[in-house]
């Protein structure tokens, strides 16, 4: 089975721009779920979707929203860009949701400049 | 306080050393993952537990649910397991995965 896949990998946006990053699931997976990593975070949830239904939301502002299609794959959108949302976007897909082992892609790394 | 806590944060060892990462939550769990994380940013899961323990390969984690507490070991390290291994428990009242910081392992040859 193919992996989880993300695009882009790589994005330069300037203050104030929006982008969408996107991520395809394992093939059967109906879990997909995104992460922030920064330095001086870490790792945080940001929301994770089931069958095209938002089911969890981590504790980041409104202007980071997602959404999953039919096929479960998945985007994210993030409005009005600052300096401090340059950090590694990743994301995950499971079988299921709740506890269960999660695959994660590549990840995109977004600079904002 | 963090809810998931790892020691140490840096680790060097020498090829072929016993090594071990420790992780501490404060939440009810239902399970605990560890995961490594090579540079460039790819995450591997290596395991998920949620009581005693599990082996694969080299490698071994532990959980005690009392405690709150897992180990991972590293048996006979190489440079190939020089990589960040991340804690992280699926839990709490967010239900959802909360991350340690990561141990950052480098193994000289």
């Known amino acids: 089975k193919a992996g989880v896949t993300q695009t882009p990998r790589y994005l330069i946006k300037t203050r104030g721009q929006q982008v969408t990053l996107s991520c395809s699931p394992i093939?059967?997976?109906?879990?997909v779920s995104w992460y922030q990593q920064t330095p001086g975070q870490g790792l945080q949830f940001l929301f994770e979707y089931f069958s095209e239904t938002q089911r969890n939301k981590g504790n980041f502002p409104g202007r980071f929203s997602g959404r999953q299609f039919s096929n479960s794959r998945s985007e994210m959108n993030v409005s009005t860009l600052e300096l401090g949302d340059s950090a590694l976007y990743l994301c995950?897909?499971?079988?299921?949701?709740?506890?269960?082992?999660?695959?994660f892609g590549p990840g995109t790394r977004l600079t904002v400049t | 306080k963090n809810e998931v806590e790892q020691s140490p944060q840096n680790l060097t060892a020498q090829e072929g050393e016993f090594i071990t990462i420790n992780c501490s939550y404060s939440?009810?769990?239902?399970?605990l993952h560890w995961l490594q994380q090579h540079p460039g940013g790819g995450i591997v899961s290596l395991f998920m537990l949620s009581s005693g323990k599990k082996k694969h390969g080299r490698l071994i984690a532990t959980i005690n649910i009392q405690e709150k507490h897992s180990s991972l070991h590293i048996t006979a390290s190489h440079p190939r397991d020089s990589a960040v291994y991340i804690c992280?428990?699926?839990?709490?009242?967010?239900?959802?995965?909360?991350f340690g910081k990561g141990t950052k392992l480098s193994v000289k040859p």
């Open positions: 093939s059967g997976h109906r879990s």
């Open positions: 995950a897909s499971s079988q299921g949701t709740g506890d269960y082992e999660q695959y």
């Open positions: 939440v009810g769990i239902s399970a």
């Open positions: 992280a428990v699926y839990g709490g009242s967010q239900g959802n995965l909360i």
